[in-house]
C-alpha cells in the first residue's frame, strides 16, 4: 500500500513539473517579445487574446499546420532523433530540483521534488553534457553546411564552458560540503545565501549558464547574419519547435538551478517564523511562490541581456571560456581551499 502511494505521490509531482516547465518555456516566448517591446518601445504581442496572452497558443497551433519538411539527408532517423534529445534532456533536469520544502497533506509529508539523490549536481551536469548531442545529431543529420558549421560551433562551445561551469561550481560544493541540492538549499535559511560566499563562483556560473543555453550574447550556433539559421536550419514544424521550447526549458531550469544554489532556493527571511506561526503548508507555499520569483527575476536578466548586448564574435566567445573563465575558476578553488583549510586550523587548535 505504502509503495503504491509513493507511486501515485511521485509520479502527480513528476507531471506537475513536468506542465509547470512546458508552460513557464511557452510563455516565455510571450515574456520575451513583450520585454523587447518593453527596452524598444513597442507595443508587442497585443493581438490573440488580452495583452496577447494567448499568443503562445497560437505559435503552437502554426508549427503544427506548418507542412513537414525532411531534406534530402541518408541519416533520417538521425534528423528526428536530434530535437527529441535536445527536448528530453531540457526536461531531465527539472527531476532533482527541489521545488519547496515539504506540505503536510493526507496525513503525511510530502517532499516537493521529483527525486531526492545525494548527487544531484552530477546528475545535472550528465544530463547537460548529453543535450550537445541533440544540436549535433540534428546538424549533422540536416546535410546542410550552414546546419553543421552550427552544430560544431554549439558543441564546441559547450564543452567549453561546461569546464568552466563544472570548475566553478566546485569551490561551492567544498564550501557546501554535499552535492544534493535540498541540503544546498536548506543550508541557506533566511538570507544566509551562497551568493554572499561565492560572488566569483556565482559571475561563472551565470556568464556559463548563458553559453549553454545558447542565449544572447552566446547564441553563435544560430548566428542567422552567418549560418541562417544554424542548426535547425532545414527543421520545420514541431521538430523545429522542440528545438526552440528546448532552449527556453533549459532557461527556465538554467534560472532554477541559479537559484536553488546561490539564492537560498525556496527560502525567504522570516520562513522559521512563518513555519511556526502559519503553519508548514502556509510557509512552504510561500517558499514556492518566493523561488518562482526568484526564476523569474533570472529569467527576466536573460531577456535584457539579449537586447542589451550585442554577439560576441567566435573568437572572442571560445578566448573567454578558456583564457578567462576556466583561470578564474581554478584561482577560486585554490582560494576557497586556503579559507576552508584555514577555518580548520584555527577550529583545531582552538582559537
Known amino acids: ?25 511557452m510563455y516565455s516566448t510571450w515574456a520575451e517579445r513583450k520585454v523587447a517591446a518593453w527596452l524598444q518601445d513597442r507595443i508587442g504581442p497585443n493581438r490573440a487574446g488580452p495583452l496577447g496572452l494567448l499568443q503562445p497558443l497560437a505559435d503552437g497551433l502554426k508549427l503544427f499546420a506548418k507542412e513537414e519538411f525532411e531534406p534530402n539527408t541518408p541519416n533520417k532517423f538521425l534528423f528526428v532523433v536530434g530535437p527529441a534529445i535536445a527536448m528530453s534532456t531540457a526536461l531531465m533536469t527539472s527531476a532533482v530540483i527541489p521545488w519547496g520544502d515539504k506540505l503536510h497533506l493526507f496525513g503525511r509529508d510530502i517532499l516537493l521534488q521529483a527525486t531526492d539523490i545525494n548527487v544531484a549536481v552530477l546528475y545535472i551536469f550528465a544530463v547537460v553534457s548529453v543535450g550537445v548531442y541533440g544540436i549535433m545529431i540534428g546538424g549533422w543529420a540536416s546535410n546542410n553546411k550552414f546546419s553543421l558549421i552550427g552544430a560544431i560551433r554549439a558543441a564546441s562551445q559547450m564543452i567549453s564552458y561546461e569546464v568552466a561551469m563544472g570548475l566553478s561550481i566546485i569551490a561551492l ?56 539559421g544554424g542548426y535547425h536550419t532545414e527543421y520545420s514544424s514541431m521538430k523545429m519547435g522542440f528545438y526552440l521550447f528546448a532552449e527556453y526549458a533549459n532557461m527556465f531550469v538554467s534560472s532554477t538551478i541559479l537559484a536553488v544554489l546561490f539564492f537560498g532556493g525556496y527560502n525567504y527571511p522570516g520562513m522559521s517564523w512563518a513555519v511556526e506561526n502559519w503553519g508548514v503548508n502556509i510557509a512552504n507555499v510561500l ?61 583545531y587548535l582552538g582559537f
Not at 572572442?316 to 575558476?329: A, E, F, K
Request: glycine share 4%; hydrophobic share 55%; aromatic share 14%.
Open 1 to 25: 500500500m505504502m509503495d503504491t502511494t509513493i507511486i501515485i505521490e511521485k509520479s502527480v509531482i513528476i507531471f506537475v513539473v513536468f506542465a509547470i516547465t512546458m508552460l513557464m518555456a
Open 173 to 228: 560544493l567544498m564550501m557546501t560540503g554535499t552535492l544534493s541540492l535540498r541540503e544546498i538549499s536548506a543550508q541557506q535559511e533566511g538570507l544566509n545565501w551562497n551568493v554572499f560566499y561565492q560572488p566569483l563562483s556565482f559571475l561563472i556560473f551565470l556568464i556559463c549558464a548563458f553559453a549553454e543555453t545558447n542565449r544572447t550574447p552566446f547564441d553563435l550556433a544560430e548566428c542567422e547574419t552567418e549560418l541562417i
Open 287 to 347: 517558499g514556492i511562490v518566493a523561488l518562482f520569483i526568484k526564476i523569474c527575476g533570472f529569467i527576466f536578466f536573460y531577456m535584457w541581456v539579449r537586447w542589451t548586448i550585442p554577439r560576441f564574435r567566435y573568437d572572442q566567445l571560445m578566448n573567454l571560456g578558456w583564457r578567462i573563465l576556466i583561470p578564474l575558476s581554478i584561482v577560486n578553488i585554490m582560494i576557497t581551499g586556503i579559507v576552508i583549510l584555514r577555518h580548520g586550523i584555527i577550529a
